[in-house]
């Protein structure tokens, strides 16, 4: 409290007692104890009142401590269970939490992981991925700017995500607690097999195979490649103490249309400890023809190579480079890609008027807009000689196909003509521009029909800029080369509208996301909110029937089918309004990868440990493993003096005193006969 404040309450303590005494003792005829209560209770009562209005600021200081975070995270893929060892984590996990030496020491957080990582203090180790990865990535999120130790009870075996040896920060030490066997056995394995998901029908498709050996003996394998009863191709292999791993390159032919499966295997007269390791099944869809998508240029520009990739990343599209004059190459393609068309281009539009081939518009610094305007109807351009730079804006109401924000506001602007860009008739815009985040209303990506013929507008060069982004936001170019895909198959497909759209692919293997996408359309083509969607799944076998229902995202509906079994299945998506309906099918492949190990990755997690300056333990060190944690002094408790500065006028309490003195005062005075 301030002076002022301390010389304000003994004044009022000097009101108080004076009030008292003039009411209760001046000219008073007698002085009983009665009479000394009431005043007594009366100077209560007015200095309380009195301190109220001078509302002096309470101080309170309490010390507070915070203990450093200890994240220990447990494995919670079925690989723990395969190598055996879902007890003995269980055990290490108790030994670890329930230490009272490191309770006090640290705060403990307990976490699982698998595909993903979450809080939580029970396992049942049925996790179908195991990413350590996202063990690092949120962690290191969820204590930020804190230096804190981690405990990870884990076999190391990565089934997905990045390489997590150099993903955790370096500041915080990681101290890998290994689980499983770590004994030699010997084992024969499939590492890894490259096939494309589509080959075409009367060609050979390749298929690259990777084979791992765990041994110290020379021996020789058979691997070979099986479709229904027959041998499609084999090889012997040899492994030695000195030659651990072998590759093939195999070309199988396609002599049969639609979904083919087929099944590789690795043998020798050995037997194995794990033998689920040595047989892969893989797919393969063998379509009879591809389409041809032309990309017609008169310059040469970044944009057509990155064009060209992202088409042709989907094993069905073929790409070819066309000059303006060069109409006679234009014989059955599926899609007219026109990059900055100008006065050169007019063969090219007057042989598509009778073709009617769907086009995709590509504009730039170089496009003439007064000839596009004379050529096309459904934009129309007022542009002026300056160059501008546009921002795009994802428009979510967008209908036409399903198609999911991949980032566009992160994009690199595109270069275009400055000026006004109008729509004329049937136009949906999927991206809007934007010139230094104000929005123009006009359309920088559009999709427009007219007569049954589909045309799409990119308005601006330097899309390069957009798939190389995607790939720094992603580590990868798919889910930009499948946007590409989605208008390409947009314009490849007839313009027969249909109310319901389903997409799914022909096989899954087992593990992966099983995404089943569909959008209902009412009678004026546009996309219904309201509809209700179920989907019936059907094994072919068993013939056991499962139903759900498909949840509404932004512009589709979607349902999620993880958890079915290996095997072949029919389903069947309805409408439950107009009961349309689309019936379909695909298969899941037998293939579970964490029941590929026979070993933990020990090599992996001394690394890992070895990157953050922390030790990798065994199951059988925890008590070294813990000690530790204990010894290192880098790990403090911070003790923090919290200063909570409290009005008086905030003490509810003091109201209440000051109601029940009053209330005190009246009843003895009452009692009395004073009133």
Request: without cysteine.
């Amino acid at each position: 409290m301030t002076k002022n404040t301390i010389l304000l309450l003994l004044l009022s303590i000097v009101i108080s007692g004076g009030l008292s005494y003039f009411q209760y003792f001046f000219k008073a005829k007698s002085k009983s104890n009665v009479i000394v209560l009431l005043a007594f209770l009366r100077f209560l009562v007015i200095f309380s009142l009195l301190v109220l209005l001078i509302n002096p600021i309470v101080t309170k200081n309490s010390l507070e401590i915070t203990k450093t975070p200890l994240a220990i995270a447990v494995d919670n893929s079925s690989s723990i269970t395969a190598l055996k060892s879902d007890k003995k984590v269980l055990e290490l996990y108790k030994e670890l939490t329930s230490n009272a030496a490191l309770r006090e020491k640290f705060d403990i957080q307990s976490y699982q992981f698998d595909a993903d990582l979450k809080s939580s203090q029970e396992f049942d180790f049925k996790g179908k991925q195991t990413n350590l990865d996202a063990v690092a990535k949120n962690l290191k999120s969820i204590n930020r700017n804190t230096i804190f130790p981690t405990v990870i009870i884990t076999d190391g075996n990565q089934t997905t995500g990045n390489d997590y040896v150099y993903r955790f920060d370096p500041v915080n030490k990681v101290y890998p607690l290994i689980v499983g066997d770590t004994t030699t056995f010997f084992d024969l394995k499939i590492n890894q097999l490259n096939v494309n998901k589509y080959a075409f029908h009367k060609n050979k498709f390749p298929v690259e195979v990777f084979l791992q050996y765990a041994g110290d003996k020379n021996i020789t394998a058979d691997f070979s490649i099986i479709q229904g009863n027959s041998v499609v191709a084999k090889e012997k292999v040899s492994f030695s103490s000195s030659k651990k791993t072998a590759s093939l390159n195999l070309l199988l032919p396609a002599d049969k249309v639609g979904l083919q499966i087929f099944k590789a295997n690795i043998s020798s007269p050995a037997k194995e400890k794990n033998s689920y390791n040595n047989i892969k099944n893989f797919a393969v869809e063998v379509i009879d023809q591809k389409s041809t998508i032309a990309i017609v240029s008169s310059i040469n520009h970044p944009d057509i190579a990155a064009l060209k990739r992202a088409v042709e990343s989907n094993a069905q599209r073929k790409v070819i480079l066309v000059k303006p004059n060069e109409i006679n190459l234009l014989q059955d393609v599926s899609v007219l890609v026109l990059y900055q068309p100008n006065t050169a281009f007019k063969p090219v539009f007057d042989h598509n008027k009778l073709a009617g081939t769907n086009t995709f518009i590509i504009t730039g610094k170089n496009t003439d807009f007064n000839f596009l305007n004379q050529q096309q109807n459904n934009l129309v351009f007022k542009m002026s000689g300056q160059t501008e730079d546009y921002l795009n804006e994802f428009q979510s109401q967008f209908n036409l196909f399903a198609i999911d924000n991949i980032g566009f506001e992160n994009f690199p602007p595109l270069q275009n003509l400055f000026g006004t860009v109008s729509t004329n008739g049937n136009v949906s815009v999927l991206l809007s521009s934007k010139i230094r985040n104000v929005s123009t209303n006009a359309p920088l990506l559009a999709f427009a029909e007219n007569q049954n013929k589909r045309t799409a507008f990119l308005l601006g060069e330097n899309s390069w800029k957009w798939r190389l982004q995607s790939h720094i936001d992603n580590q990868s170019f798919e889910k930009y080369d499948v946007f590409i895909d989605k208008i390409i198959q947009y314009l490849a497909t007839s313009a027969s509208k249909k109310s319901l759209v389903v997409t799914h692919e022909s096989f899954y293997n087992s593990g992966e996301a099983i995404v089943i996408n569909a959008q209902y359309f009412n009678k004026n083509y546009e996309f219904d909110e309201k509809a209700r969607l179920t989907i019936s799944v059907t094994n072919t076998e068993t013939k056991q029937t499962k139903n759900y229902d498909l949840l509404k995202g932004n512009n589709s509906f979607s349902v999620n089918l993880d958890g079915l079994s290996a095997g072949k299945y029919n389903f069947s998506v309805k409408e439950l309004n107009t009961n349309t309906s689309y019936s379909g099918h695909f298969e899941i492949l037998d293939f579970d990868i964490e029941k590929q190990f026979v070993n933990p990755d020990v090599v992996k997690l001394k690394q890992l440990a070895l990157q953050t300056n922390g030790k990798a333990f065994f199951e059988n060190q925890t008590d070294l493993l813990i000690n530790t944690l204990l010894e290192n002094k880098e790990y403090k408790s911070i003790e923090k003096n919290i200063s909570t500065k409290t009005p008086i006028i905030d003490w509810v309490w003091l109201l209440v005193l000051i109601a029940l003195l009053l209330t005190t005062e009246w009843f003895v005075r009452k009692y009395n006969g004073l009133l």
